[in-house]
């Protein structure tokens, strides 16, 4: 068991797109080895829940998503969602800023958004939220929003809890697509997602969103009609990115998400008539998942990041990151008191059964001491020889240790007379610490020269391991005193 997981558990986080009046689910979760596994459901929604891209029903959807979890426990195995909302009113914009300080990005965002000088709205009708993105120009630092209408927000808001879904973010679907699909991970390039609803444009460069465009889908007559009309918007979304980017490498890659039968008619035309290469979307880190779920899927690969390390756009109302985080604060203090109150469950059942063990243990005891009282003459006697043994053997080890310890001097000493005779050479005193420590003789020479001539003696006598002597001062020269140290051999 992973005890960080208990402790900090890892939620399986949904990613849901409810849209073209269906919802759409994804679980992503990765084995210990790292593989990822899918699961996908989707349900129709019921008529009357929810019209152009708003909840107009709530008791209507909340029952229709309530029943959806319901019925797909697999998949939902928590109650938080990454929910991509309906496009229809959901914006995103590249901001640019001169090079400034990281925690000034906000103040000019927020500047920026109350002048109405790109919005016209102030920022307390909306909610909005920023990411940093590579900048494609060298003189400015650049930043992706992505912003919503107030009441928009609480309408999907109120709907999720009302079907009892927590969800932790709200995002545009062009930004769950450019997450879903790697196309263009080291390139630029546009795709072209088409639903009933309309066509849902991005300009993707090097995995990062960095246009959106969603254009309602007309009433057309002709399937020829219908071409053009997603050619013209294709068109105007490719030319107003090259504008505001000049410097930046232009789309020339587009990447068709549908589930027409005339696909290929489709993007053979739009590559003649935009000269542009057309090739198939290629959802990441999977061999293919049906065109449908593709907001879905890119959602739910958001669920795989840790909430602590998710810093992308994120539409939610002020206050809901701070209630999530609390559920998390209450259900740690929910999983120590059922440890608690379980250890004291367990420590009372250890408490019984060590009382029942140590009366028995008592009980045993008792019959014990009643039939030793009967032997206690015979007990008493046999303490007696015990204790006459045991001081016994206690002399015995004293005499060893006082036989062991005795110095054997005389094998030492009976060497030294012969060893310090020398001519010239007068032994005041001999230290003899220890039978096998060093020998410490003082000694005064005549001469210089005789002094030098009792060292070498004692050094080639062999009966010693080193002859220590210090050195002579040039200055001594007759009747020279001196501590010579000899390390005898050990035998």
């Known amino acids: 068991m992973n005890l960080a997981q208990l402790f900090n558990p890892i939620e399986k986080i949904v990613g849901m797109e409810i849209t073209d009046g269906h919802i759409r689910a994804v679980l992503l979760e990765k084995n210990k080895k790292g593989v990822l596994s899918v699961a996908k459901k989707s349900a129709v929604l019921p008529a009357g829940s929810a019209r152009d ?35 229809m009113y959901v914006f995103t914009d590249i901001m640019k800023f001169p090079p400034v300080a990281k925690e000034q990005i906000a103040e000019s965002i927020a500047l920026n958004i109350n002048t109405k000088t ?3 709205m102030n920022a307390d009708e909306i909610y909005y939220d920023w990411e940093p993105v590579k900048s494609k120009d060298l003189y400015h630092q650049e930043i992706l929003l ?24 709200f995002e545009a679907p ?36 960095r246009f959106s465009r969603f254009t309602r889908m007309p009433k057309i007559g002709t399937f020829e009609e219908f071409k053009e009309f997603l050619l013209n918007e294709l068109s105007l979304a490719l030319n107003f990115y090259s504008m505001e980017n000049p410097r ?38 999977l061999p293919e998942i049906e065109p449908s779920y593709i907001a879905a899927y890119g959602a739910a690969r958001r669920g795989l990041i840790a909430r602590e390390k998710d810093t992308l756009v994120s539409l939610m109302p ?25 250890t004291a469950v367990i420590l009372a059942i250890l408490f019984v059964g060590i ?100 060292r070498k003696m004692l050094g080639q006598s062999g009966e010693y391991e080193s002859v220590t002597m210090p050195f002579l001062d040039v200055s001594q020269r007759e009747n020279i005193n001196i501590n010579v140290i000899l390390k005898p051999k050990i035998q």
Not at 175 to 202: P, Y
Request: hydrophobic share 45%; proline share 4%; aromatic share 8%.
């Open 318 to 342: 002020i206050g809901t990151e701070e209630t999530y985080r609390k559920r998390r604060f209450l259900a740690y203090i929910s999983l120590w008191s059922d440890i608690i109150n379980a």
């Open 146 to 169: 992505g912003l919503a209408m107030k009441d928009y927000i609480k309408n999907w808001t109120e709907a999720c809890e009302a079907a009892g879904l927590e969800p932790l973010a």
């Open 118 to 120: 790109i919005f016209p």
């Open 53 to 87: 891209g708003r909840v107009i029903d709530k008791e209507k959807f909340a029952e229709a998503v309530k029943k959806f979890v319901q019925s797909n426990k697999s998949i939902f195995k928590s109650r938080y969602v990454v929910l991509t909302l309906p496009p």
């Open 174 to 209: 062009a930004m769950s697509v450019a997450r879903a699909l790697d196309n263009f991970r080291s390139k630029t390039g546009a795709i072209l997602r088409i639903t009933r609803e309309g066509a849902e444009i991005a300009i993707v460069s090097e995995g990062e969103l």
């Open 248 to 285: 930046a490498e232009p789309a020339r890659t587009l990447a068709l998400v549908s589930e027409l039968e005339q696909e290929k008619e489709v993007g053979d035309f739009l590559a003649s008539g935009l000269e542009l290469a057309v090739q198939k979307a290629h959802p990441a880190d």
């Open 355 to 454: 009382w029942f063990f140590l009366q028995r243990v008592e009980k045993r005891i008792d019959t014990q001491i009643t039939a030793s009282q009967a032997a206690s003459a015979i007990g008493e006697q046999i303490a007696a020889l015990e204790n006459d043994a045991l001081r016994f053997n206690e002399l015995a080890g004293r005499l060893a240790a006082a036989e062991d310890s005795i110095h054997r001097w005389s094998p030492l000493l009976g060497k030294l007379p012969a060893a310090l005779a020398a001519p010239d050479i007068t032994v005041k005193t001999i230290g003899l610490p220890d039978p096998k420590g060093d020998i410490t003789v003082n000694l005064t020479a005549a001469t210089r020269a005789s002094a030098v001539s009792f």
